[in-house]
């Protein structure tokens, strides 16, 4: 598998202030990363991929300029919460996929979990 | 109709019992099933993967995949109380996965 770090595992920030995640692939080059968001007792929610080099790819819904991506290397892509808002308070994860072929299994960090107050 | 179903649960069982986890999908081209298990407050951990029907076992763990109705299962033997979690399921689409909802486990000793 994939060895993936986040940073930071807990943050707290007032309403309207940026909030800045770290999302690392420690042992392999990823040129693809995911990011998903899960409130409590649901299910994972991709908001956007992240694609190194370039501009990041957003679902439907997501607003991609209040969640900012940068892949700006092979191990590292950060979301920014921008004015962030109670209702953005959750967990954040990321994910990377060692092969986008065949199985296109992910490999999780250990999630961040954001409270806006 | 979501294309992934799984049943949230709760589901409770005594220690060494054996689990059935299942989940139903409706697009006939998934040709790729994972199974992940996530512990509370935590990232999910991959757990298994198959391709296509079939089965397949990994320890405790045994994955089935039947494409004819759709349906996927992962089996959980001599069930222990570290493998209370929830357990999701997932399939390989154009260029993501999809994921079920997640079925909350919980072994009682």
């Known amino acids: 598998g994939a060895v993936v770090s986040q940073h930071p595992s807990w943050v707290i920030c007032k309403s309207g202030t940026s909030v800045k995640i770290e999302c690392r692939s420690l042992?392999?080059?990823?040129?693809?990363m995911f990011w998903y968001r899960q409130f409590p007792k649901q299910s994972l929610m991709l908001m956007a991929t992240s694609n190194e080099g370039s501009k990041a790819t957003y679902e439907q819904g997501v607003e991609k300029d209040k969640f900012l991506i940068n892949h700006a290397s092979l191990t590292l892509s950060t979301l920014t919460v921008t004015s962030a808002h109670p209702e953005d308070s959750s967990f954040y994860i990321c994910?990377?996929?060692?092969?986008?072929?065949?199985?296109?299994?992910?490999?999780f960090g250990p999630g961040t979990r954001l409270t806006v107050t | 109709q979501k294309e992934v179903e799984q049943d949230p649960g709760p589901l409770s069982v005594p220690e060494g019992a054996i689990v059935s986890l299942n989940c139903t999908y409706s697009n006939s081209a998934f040709q790729y099933f994972m199974w992940y298990r996530q512990y509370s407050r935590k990232g999910p951990e991959l757990l298994m993967y198959?391709?296509?029907?079939g089965n397949k076992e990994d320890g405790r763990f045994t994955a089935q995949v039947d494409k004819s109705s759709k349906y996927i299962s992962l089996f959980i033997r001599d069930s222990q109380p570290s493998d209370s979690a929830t357990y999701l399921c997932?399939?390989?689409?154009?260029?993501?996965?999809?994921f079920g909802t997640g079925t909350r486990l919980q072994v009682f000793p």
């Open positions: 198959t391709y296509s029907s």
């Open positions: 997932a399939m390989r689409g154009a260029d993501k996965l999809i």
């Open positions: 042992d392999f080059q990823a040129t693809t």
């Open positions: 994910s990377v996929a060692p092969s986008t072929s065949g199985v296109y299994e992910q490999y």
